[in-house]
């Protein structure tokens, strides 16, 4: 059975590092980068089946990434991941179209279940 | 000054307040979720492996340092924040300017790095010794770097100097801003109200690069303002 591909982008290297090595443990392949940019640098040369995404990132919002993610990919699914935690942000999220929204610090194997709920979808 | 800019002030202070509140326990929660995902992996590793499997013990070995570095940055961020909070304490008391600044330049810090601003701080030598109101300084440091902060492209920068002057004491914030505010203006007039509230005077001139230099002249006695240098 094909693996679930995921693109993880947030801008804590030791994050995305740390949860990268966990997903792969739970054989989800997951490509990690920094910045939005890069990300959507990956983006136009990979496949991927579900995108997680950090809110707050210093080159790029990650409404911004989400925005440009609709049209270069409007057909993989977009998890927010944010330390924010509030209401309103979450709201705005799932607004511009998000699957879903995580508050850090997240729970691994609630992550995991939204990750293949969003590939299944 | 009348109430309804004393009442403009108070708003303005609780909005900084605020505004470096939610900053700091945004960037330690980021601390939390990478220790959170340290532990985890950890656990992963020690408890997915079999009982007759090797462990990759130089890859574990690596986990603790690295939550161990988070917990120091986490600490860092706490104390800062904590001496911010202090700072209110009291009105009038002496206090260091070498260590305020770094502590207002620290919790701003974030805050730069998110629009690619680089925040630049050039110490004096010696320590500069002054007596007054530490949060209405920090107060209008950051109004000044927030100012600089709204003008700034990515890539730009913001320097921060000090020194004694004369009997007083001259903090410098160098930055791009708009070309009213340049010439003087303060659009919104409440870093005017801090000023005066503080008791020290601001002027702005031309700098390097098209930056505009903003100069907090800060007083030698409590007879000229609300702050002495010592």
Redesign the interface.
């Known amino acids: 059975m094909k693996r679930i591909r995921v693109l993880l982008i947030d801008d804590e290297e030791e994050l995305v590092s740390a949860l990268a090595e966990r997903l792969m443990l739970r054989d989800i392949e997951a490509v990690g980068v920094t910045r939005g940019a890069e990300g959507l640098r990956w983006l136009e040369k990979e496949q991927f089946d579900v995108i997680i995404l950090d809110l707050k990132m210093p080159d790029m919002s990650g409404m911004e990434v989400m925005r440009r993610v609709g049209k270069l990919a409007p057909e993989v699914p977009v998890i927010l991941f944010t330390g924010h935690g509030s209401v309103k942000s979450s709201e705005e999220g799932l607004e511009q179209g998000a699957f879903a929204y995580l508050a850090k610090p997240i729970r691994i194997e609630e992550l995991v279940a939204t990750i293949k709920e969003a590939a299944a979808g | 000054m009348r109430d309804n800019q004393q009442h403009n002030l108070r708003q303005s202070d609780l909005a900084f307040f605020g505004a470096i509140t939610a900053s700091v326990t945004?960037?330690f929660?980021?601390c939390?979720?990478?220790?959170?995902?340290?532990s985890?992996?950890l656990e992963?590793?020690l408890m997915?492996a079999a009982p007759d499997d090797c462990i990759d013990v130089d890859r574990i070995a690596k986990v603790p340092v690295?939550i161990s570095?988070?917990v120091s940055r986490a600490d860092q961020i706490v104390n800062r924040l904590n001496q911010f909070a202090h700072s209110v304490d009291q009105p009038m008391v002496q206090f260091e300017l070498n260590e305020l600044i770094e502590r207002i330049v620290g919790l701003v810090r974030r805050l730069a790095?998110?629009?690619?601003v680089d925040l630049e701080v050039n110490p004096p030598d010696d320590q500069v010794s002054v007596e007054g109101n530490p949060f209405l300084l920090q107060h209008v440091i950051y109004g000044c770097i927030e100012r600089c902060l709204r003008h700034s492209k990515?890539g730009g920068s913001i320097t921060i100097t000090w020194k004694r002057e004369g009997d007083g004491a001259e903090v410098n914030v160098t930055g791009a801003m708009g070309s009213s505010e340049a010439g003087g203006a303060d659009n919104d007039g409440l870093l005017s109200l801090l000023v005066t509230e503080l008791g020290a005077r601001v002027d702005c001139s031309p700098a390097e690069d098209d930056r505009t230099a903003t100069v907090i002249h800060l007083p030698r006695s409590p007879n000229e303002g609300s702050l002495h240098v010592g």
């Not at chain 2, 939390?32 to 340290?38: S, T």
């Open positions: 945004h960037e929660k980021n939390l979720a990478v220790i959170n995902e340290y985890g992996l992963d590793l997915g690295s570095r988070q790095d998110m629009q690619r990515q």
